[in-house]
């Protein structure tokens, strides 16, 4: 199946610091990737759609200017966490949509996960 | 995305077969079910996807009912290895493409 890598897997950072993640899709292209974000014993929320050549749209409570997303190129997007806080460690998770898919497709919503990178704020 | 409900958390023998159910009455004609699984610490990962008819994979069977307000991701031979949380997720037909993960269900394999 289709592979998305995350670097780092792990990261520890001093409180102020920023931290940048970065999501490629190793063997398709994808215009469209997903952050999301995960705390302990919680499900996955989603923090913002990622679309190579535009800019990210955020999901409601998630500080655009604190997360800053890039998306640069069809395979590679990264989340850049600014002035990361203790209250920011959490597991940031990417996934990537492979090619634009139509609506109502079987493929439309088929999205790959990357491994995860783990943040903690000290 | 149609709500779903799935049971907390199920126990499973190595070996058996693990039926995992879930429920999405709300569920509209052309919106298809998908799973994903979660093993801990790890990145989901895409399990199976159908709309109506049965399907089937190397991973995982799903199975719909005529109806579509529920369905069951069935794993025919359990191992210590399937333990993960299983997510049952309908996204929208159209429009939105990022999926909305709920509580899913807690699949413990046991030896």
């Known amino acids: 199946g289709a592979v998305v890598s995350q670097h780092p897997s792990w990261v520890i950072c001093k409180s102020g610091t920023s931290v940048k993640i970065e999501c490629r899709s190793l063997d398709f292209q994808a215009t469209t990737m997903f952050w999301y974000r995960q705390f302990p014993k919680q499900s996955l929320m989603l923090m913002a759609t990622?679309?190579?050549?535009?800019?990210?749209?955020?999901e409601q409570g998630v500080e655009k200017d604190k997360f800053l997303i890039n998306h640069a190129s069809l395979t590679l997007s990264t989340l850049t966490v600014t002035s990361a806080h203790p209250e920011d460690s959490s597991f940031y998770i990417c996934?990537?949509?492979?090619?634009?898919?139509?609506?109502?497709?079987?493929?439309?919503?088929?999205?790959?996960f990357g491994p995860g990178t783990r943040l903690t704020v000290l | 995305d149609a709500k779903t409900t799935q049971p907390t958390s199920m126990d499973c023998a190595e070996g058996r077969a693990a039926n995992l159910p879930c429920n999405h009455s709300?569920?509209?004609?052309?919106?298809?079910v998908y799973w994903y699984r979660q093993i801990h610490s790890q990145g989901p990962q895409y399990i199976i996807h159908g709309l109506k008819n049965n399907e089937t994979n190397e991973m995982a069977s799903l199975i719909i009912t005529e109806d579509r307000k529920s369905s069951t991701l069935i794993l025919p031979h359990a191992t210590l290895r399937d333990t993960a949380v299983y997510y049952c997720i309908v996204p929208p037909y159209m429009g939105r493409r990022a999926l909305t993960f709920g509580s899913g269900t807690r699949l413990q394999v046991q030896p």
């Open positions: 996934s990537a949509l492979p090619g634009s898919g139509t609506s109502g497709s079987s493929s439309y919503n088929e999205q790959f």
């Open positions: 709300t569920i509209s004609g052309n919106e298809y």
């Open positions: 990622s679309n190579e050549g535009s800019k990210a749209t955020y």
